[in-house]
């Protein structure tokens, strides 16, 4: 084991159920099972200071916390953390650094609520520190991002099941290499955030893709894990647009089949036009 990993936190498996069965009536008056996502809360505390009430399915708790904690800029790395410990049955992360977090009350005392769902706030200026984030060099193919919409059209989720849920994954290319659910789209962006710290993930050569559309602060959050790529099936915001002009940012919405609309930096995009009519009668 390398110095690295033997000093990233301990984490708990607390893993929970996604989905519940209820009963339901349909069109024609007919009584149907059907499965919703389990929504349920998770109080977050660091070092016994309760700090914020996520709202999530709980798949994977602990990913979800630590990246929360990367993207709110309260850590800036995994080694700050010595455990994170959940319990569902009082629904309570606890986080335990290792030296603690400098001034955590002042920097959690100013809120920026969001477009989000699910978990949509930010503590401190939403705008802090944006002009210092540089992004890597990379470009991604038309072909690429096609390849990228059709693994996510394909692939088994919550989603397909139960419905009322974003997803994010995160790609090399083509290759799909992280995939979670959540009830709001930043849930799933912050698990990501997690999942890459403690996989030794950097984000140079990576793509991140959402269901949901792409606002300021998931531009934000994209480039403070060096992704310089992301992909929507939905669309951009205004200030989601303008932040990613200023970082350099490519940003592709509106991504469904072989239809997408590049918002910012397409020097990162290597078209290849004539894909956009294969198959095509």
Not at 163 to 173: E, M, Q, T, W
Not at 175 to 181: H, R, S
Not at 188 to 198: E, Q, R, V, Y
Request: hydrophobic share 45%.
């Amino acid at each position: 084991m390398s110095k690295i990993q033997s000093a990233l936190p301990y984490l708990t498996q607390a893993r929970a159920p996604l989905t519940h069965e209820v009963s339901a009536l349909n069109e024609f008056g007919q009584q149907v099972a059907i499965s919703m996502p389990a929504e349920r809360a998770l109080t977050l505390y660091v070092d016994k200071q309760e700090l914020v009430t996520l709202m999530t399915l709980g798949a994977q708790p602990e990913l979800l916390v630590l990246g929360f904690l990367r993207n709110q800029r309260l850590i800036k790395s995994a080694t700050e953390v010595h455990s994170i410990t959940v319990d569902w049955e009082v629904g309570a992360a606890a986080v335990k650094t290792h030296k603690g977090i400098a001034n955590l009350q002042a920097r959690t005392a100013k809120r920026v609520h969001t477009t989000g769902c699910g978990q949509g706030s930010m503590f401190g200026d939403l705008m802090a520190e944006v002009d210092e984030l540089v992004l890597p060099e990379a470009t991604l193919r038309q072909a690429q991002l096609y390849a990228i919409v059709n693994t996510m059209r394909l692939n088994e989720s919550t989603y397909k099941s139960a419905g009322s849920v974003h997803g994010c994954a995160l790609f090399r290319g083509e290759e799909l290499l992280l995939f979670v659910e959540d009830v709001g789209r930043h849930n799933a962006i912050d698990t990501i955030a997690g999942a890459m710290w403690m996989q030794g993930l950097d984000g140079a050569d990576k793509v991140f893709y959402t269901t949901g559309r792409l606002t300021s602060e998931m531009v934000i959050k994209s480039a403070q894990m060096g992704v310089p790529i992301v992909v929507s099936r939905s669309g951009m915001t205004q200030m989601g647009h303008a932040l990613a002009q200023r970082l350099g940012l490519c940003a592709i919405g509106r991504a469904t089949n072989r239809r997408f609309l590049c918002y910012s930096a397409p020097e990162r995009l290597l078209l290849q036009p004539e894909l956009a009519t294969a198959g095509t009668p």
